[in-house]
């Protein structure tokens, strides 16, 4: 053995200076290198995701002997859209899964098929598929048109648009939105003349326009108009979403300041949905809007629509109506649930509140 021992040693010491401290380190990082193999192979790292509730819940389901008993949490029978919180916290299923559920109701949704209660934050594949068989919608839950609940409210009586207050407004099918513009016309001296003069408030259209006409009684004639709030006499009409420049001149009281910034909004709009978002345009005059109205339409269908499924932050961000934390909240949404079906579910999620979703809807589609 120190025949061996010396034999090794004398060997060693022919190498150079340099080759022996390369010989030290190499071995060095092999022992570090075995050790730490052996040290990672017996741990059990900690992922900062906690699925244990997951893994209790299905765990739970596969046990033959749960039995129902107070306090203890089951499977049954249930509508998504009338459970009551009380009877929703016995339902067997993650508690943030309900919360998600409570939420998304209460933001205006309703669960119209199964496919709706499936995309519901925080509900995976695994819970889904235990307790889809317990889930029923009630039949009386009408369908949506144009992504937008039926409203099954009966309208009777009268209000005049020139007196009605915000409260009577939404008493007859205004939302928040379109009353506060009707009532927001009226301080800036706007009169209505007609009931047909509805429509050029933003925010109202002719299909909402249809559900109030028997319902408009106007208190003032013609003649009692205030003096100098007729409008212009126009024989030329400007479609706002085709015009240049040269066409906006055309207008009374359009100058070249006012032409260069109307067609830069365009641009950020994607078009004009109504004649009266010429407001939006900064320090636009009431006065001036109102005498060029005979002589401006507007042709939704040149509007250029944003892809709600595509569109990225630049793009959203770029539109007046998207603040940052509400397109920040659409991507994220889209990221972890998959395309939008429906552009309402922007609303019924609390991505945007009900104002925006009212002025944002005709500019998004999810084709």
């Not at 209790?56 to 306090?71: A, C, M, S, T, V």
């Not at 937008?148 to 009586?157: A, D, H, Q, V």
């Not at 009577?168 to 009707?182: I, S």
């Not at 961000?317 to 397109?327: E, F, G, M, N, W």
Request: aromatic share 12%.
């Amino acid at each position: 053995m120190d025949r061996i021992k010396w034999k090794w040693l004398k060997t060693y010491n022919n190498y150079s200076s340099s080759d022996r401290n390369a010989i030290i380190i190499l071995g060095t990082l092999i022992l570090l290198s075995v050790i730490a193999n052996i040290i990672v192979q017996n741990l059990n790292p900690a992922s900062k995701y906690n699925y244990s509730e997951y893994r209790q819940f299905i765990k739970d389901l596969e046990n033959p002997n749960r039995k129902n008993g107070d306090g203890v949490k089951n499977l049954f029978v249930f509508n998504p859209n009338t459970i009551s919180k009380e009877r929703l916290d016995s339902l067997d299923i993650p508690g943030f899964v309900k919360q998600n559920m409570l939420n998304y109701r209460k933001a205006g949704g309703k669960f119209m098929t199964l496919e709706h209660v499936r995309k519901i934050y925080g509900m995976n594949d695994s819970i889904y598929s235990v307790i889809k068989e317990y889930i029923v919608i009630s039949e009386d839950i009408k369908p949506l048109t144009n992504g937008i609940p039926e409203k099954t409210k009966t309208l009777t009586g009268f209000f005049d648009p020139n007196k009605a207050a915000l409260e009577e407004l939404t008493l007859f099918g205004f939302n928040q939105f379109q009353a506060r513009n009707v009532v927001e016309y009226r301080k800036k001296g706007g009169v209505f003349k007609s009931g047909e003069d509805l429509m050029r408030i933003y925010g109202i259209d002719s299909v909402f326009y249809k559900t109030i006409q028997n319902h408009i009684q106007l208190d003032i004639a013609f003649k009692d108009v205030p003096a100098g709030s007729k409008p212009v006499r126009t024989f030329f009409t400007v479609e706002l979403n085709k015009a240049d420049s040269a066409e906006m001149l055309k207008l009374n009281g359009v100058g070249p300041v006012f032409a260069n910034r109307i067609l830069k909004y365009r641009d950020r709009l994607g078009g004009f949905h109504t004649t009266g978002q010429l407001l939006e345009v900064y320090n636009f005059p009431l006065e001036t809007y109102r005498n060029i109205m005979p002589g401006i339409t507007v042709d939704t269908l040149l509007i250029k629509k944003i892809r709600l499924n595509f569109a990225e932050f630049p793009e959203l961000i770029r539109h007046p109506y998207l603040s940052k934390q509400q397109v920040e909240a659409i991507l994220k949404y889209r990221q972890r649930n998959g395309a939008f079906n429906e552009i309402v579910q922007i609303k019924t999620n609390g991505l945007v509140d009900s104002e925006t979703f009212s002025r944002i809807q005709p500019y998004l589609t999810c084709r």
